[in-house]
């Protein structure tokens, strides 16, 4: 992932994964795929600038649309018949935690960075359906810790709470996570693509049947006058660090 220094996530974050996985799909349907990030960071998470004008713009429509692309994007990673490996090379925070969570695997370098769900306490409702995504890949008691306090774990507290299948060193870890992506032969992609379809059944109907009504309530929810103003003092940290 390259869109930008740290992947925050925006628009074009969202066209540029897509079309990775159109080529994938294209030239590529019979492999694993890995996903990591560039530096010291695997994904900073949404694009503040880009997201908190769509949550103050009132346009409940526009928030929508905003909502669709992120749904669409982490639910074609979610879902992808071949195993995904998550090569955390870094910060995986807010949805850069989600897109590792959306893999099947998820590999994490042994270095100094910051792991969690901080959504709430910046102000932004959890969409429903990365809820069912985050309790599939953490169970329910984690996922709701993570999800509730919002606190950044350091790696080793993160690792005890299973955000991670594995921790290694830096020079290894993209070796680790071809390691897992080859988990399978092409031969067993069909059995692969079948196992992990049934494993994500509950989570999909749930998506399907619940999430939807829920996060109709969404646009309202971030652009509530309390989470507009903890949204806010979150820009304004951002931009005197800079």
């Known amino acids: 992932m390259n869109t930008n220094k740290v992947n925050v996530q925006n628009d074009q974050f969202f066209a540029d994964l897509h079309v990775a996985f159109d080529r994938l799909e294209r030239e590529f349907g019979d492999l694993p795929v890995v996903l990591t990030g560039q530096g010291d960071v695997f994904s900073a998470g949404i694009d503040f600038k880009y997201s908190f004008e769509i949550f103050g713009s009132g346009s409940e429509e526009k928030v929508r649309d905003w ?24 910060h995986a925070i807010a949805g850069g935690l989600i897109t590792a969570l959306d893999c099947d695997f998820r ?28 309790k599939y890949a953490l169970g329910d008691q984690v996922g709701a810790l993570a999800t509730l306090r919002g606190k950044l774990y350091g790696l080793e507290e993160a690792q005890r709470l299973g955000f991670f299948h594995e921790v290694v060193e830096p020079d290894r870890l993209l070796e680790t996570a071809i390691d897992y992506a080859k988990c399978i032969t092409p031969d067993c992609n069909t ?15 749930q998506i399907a049947e619940r999430t939807v009504s829920l996060d109709e309530h969404l646009p309202a929810g971030m652009s509530d006058e309390g989470n507009r103003r903890a949204q806010d003092r979150r820009r304004q940290e951002i931009m005197h660090k800079r």
């Open 67 to 90: 909502y669709r692309a992120y749904r669409e994007t982490n639910l074609r990673i979610f879902q992808y018949p071949r195993p995904t490996v998550a090569a955390v090379n870094g």
């Open 107 to 134: 590999i994490a370098a042994r270095k100094p960075a910051r792991f969690g769900l901080n959504e709430v306490p910046i102000g932004i409702p959890m969409p429903a359906a990365y809820v069912e995504i985050i």
């Open 191 to 205: 059995a692969y693509a079948m196992s992990k379809k049934a494993l994500q059944d509950g989570v999909m109907k």
